[in-house]
């Protein structure tokens, strides 16, 4: 069995700030790591994913997310907010074998104060 | 317009009714995922089907919740007599299973109300 904690139900931050959402997993199995982003009254969207090779995976819109093996995170992180990142954000994992079912964590919304 | 798509976007329901829910994968992808999102939680997984075959439910699925794929393409999700514990976000996505890295593509959701 595998599972995600984002230990940050909210997060406020200024514009032009710089933001860190966390994420741990925690899995018996190697696995495939992903952030998605969730728009109000909208579906999912993928930002970033890690399936191996190098720890520092960038995604879209600037944001990036480094895999740490040791102490089973995945933390997002941006230099520089903008107001339109304003949304909710998903950490989630699944094996790297099988047909991957998705877990996802219980998500982290991003506020950016202008 | 090659995402997927699910219809509908919102329903309103009373107690005790039935509902059904339709989602069209991307065209190419053998793999259908339904997850339900309660307020305040992620997504949880639901089932599987690969191409007509439901591969795996959850213990979410209460009897009351079917889901059937018949031709592999389109797949629809009842929930018959519904409770007000049944309002939540139902997601659907798919993914193109052919080994290693599966990306699932998510629809916008069906929102279920239930008064």
């Known amino acids: 069995a595998q599972s995600v904690t984002q230990l940050d139900s909210q997060v406020p931050v200024f514009e032009e700030a710089p933001v860190e959402l966390r994420c741990n997993y925690s899995?018996?199995?190697?696995?495939?790591l992903f952030w998605y982003v969730q728009y109000p009254n909208q579906g999912l969207q993928l930002l970033l994913k890690y399936l191996s090779g190098s720890t520092l995976v960038k995604g879209i819109n600037g944001f990036e997310a480094e895999f740490n093996k040791s102490q089973t995170s995945f933390h997002l992180r941006k230099p520089s907010v903008h107001i339109s990142d304003t949304a909710e954000y998903f950490c989630?994992?699944?094996?790297?074998?099988?047909?991957?079912?998705?877990?996802f964590g219980t998500g982290t919304k991003l506020q950016v104060i202008p | 317009d090659t995402g997927v798509s699910q219809d509908p976007r919102h329903k309103i329901t009373k107690r005790g009714q039935n509902v059904t829910f339709r989602c069209d994968p991307i065209s190419e992808h053998n793999r259908l995922y339904w997850y339900r999102q309660t307020l305040g939680q992620g997504p949880e997984f639901l089932t599987y089907?690969?191409?007509?075959?439901?591969?795996?439910k959850s213990r979410l699925l209460s009897d009351r919740f079917s889901a059937e794929r018949p031709k592999g393409s389109f797949s629809t999700l009842e929930i018959q007599r519904t409770e007000q514990g049944d309002s939540a976000m139902y997601l659907c996505?798919?993914?193109?299973?052919?080994?290693?890295?599966?990306?699932?593509?998510f629809g916008p959701g069906t929102r279920l109300t239930v008064l």
């Open positions: 899995s018996s199995v190697s696995v495939y």
């Open positions: 089907f690969q191409n007509e075959a439901q591969l795996e």
């Open positions: 989630a994992v699944t094996n790297s074998g099988g047909y991957q079912k998705v877990t």
């Open positions: 996505a798919s993914s193109l299973g052919a080994g290693g890295y599966n990306e699932q593509f």
